[in-house]
């Protein structure tokens, strides 16, 4: 029972490989960059006001993106979470 439910959450329905993570996409690099480059400079105003903006909206679109088109239950769910903290992230203004 154990082996069908780590199949089933994890396994690529295209390819059959066994899919955890894998190399982040072009969302997933801007919200990473933005969040380096606000630990490293921490900009005040409108300069860190907009690489916030520029992090939480990047996290929601790779989210979306991973919530529709996840290889599996494990990159969809992933994606939930990463729409969830956006969302907070957005509202609590961080």
Do not use: H, K
Not at 52 to 80: F, I, K, Q, Y
């Amino acid at each position: 029972m154990l082996r069908r439910t780590v199949d089933w959450v994890f396994r690529d329905r295209r390819s059959g490989a066994i899919v955890i993570g894998q190399w982040p996409n072009l969302p997933l690099w801007l919200f990473i960059g933005a969040v380096a480059l606000s630990w490293l400079v921490e900009p005040s105003g409108a300069a860190g006001s907009a690489l916030r903006v520029l992090a939480s909206a990047s996290l929601l679109a790779w989210g979306l993106d991973e919530l529709m088109r996840g290889a599996n239950p494990w990159r969809r769910c992933l994606g939930v979470a990463g729409i969830a903290y956006a969302g907070w992230r957005l509202a609590a203004g961080a």
